[in-house]
């Protein structure tokens, strides 16, 4: 597990950020664009690490590692 990690997930009020074990929500956003958004500026002020993005099935359906974090593949990574 990466140490600054945080995890997009459906919310009841729209789409939340939340670090991993967390029972509670960082921040609640109205569109899971806003808080991919959010959750990438949280994990780049800690230093980096990576951001999961769960579908609306529940499923993971992208994760993004944030600089300067050590991306395994970062020459195929070109959808961010």
């Keep these: 597990m990466a140490k600054n990690e945080r995890y997009v997930v459906k ?21 899971q664009r806003e808080a991919e958004r959010q959750a990438k500026e949280t994990v780049s002020n800690l230093g980096g690490g990576e951001v ?13 590692t944030v ?10 990574d070109r959808r961010h």
Excluded at 11 to 31: F, I, L, M, Q, T
Excluded at 52 to 64: A, F, K, L, T, V
Excluded at 67 to 76: E, K, M
Aim: glycine share 12%; no cysteine.
């Design 11 to 31: 919310h009841d009020d729209g789409w939340a950020v939340k670090k991993p074990g967390a029972e509670r929500a960082s921040s609640v956003h109205d569109s």
């Design 67 to 76: 600089a300067p974090g050590n991306d395994p593949s970062p020459p195929r």
């Design 52 to 64: 999961r993005i769960q579908g609306r099935n529940g499923q993971w359906r992208d994760s993004d």
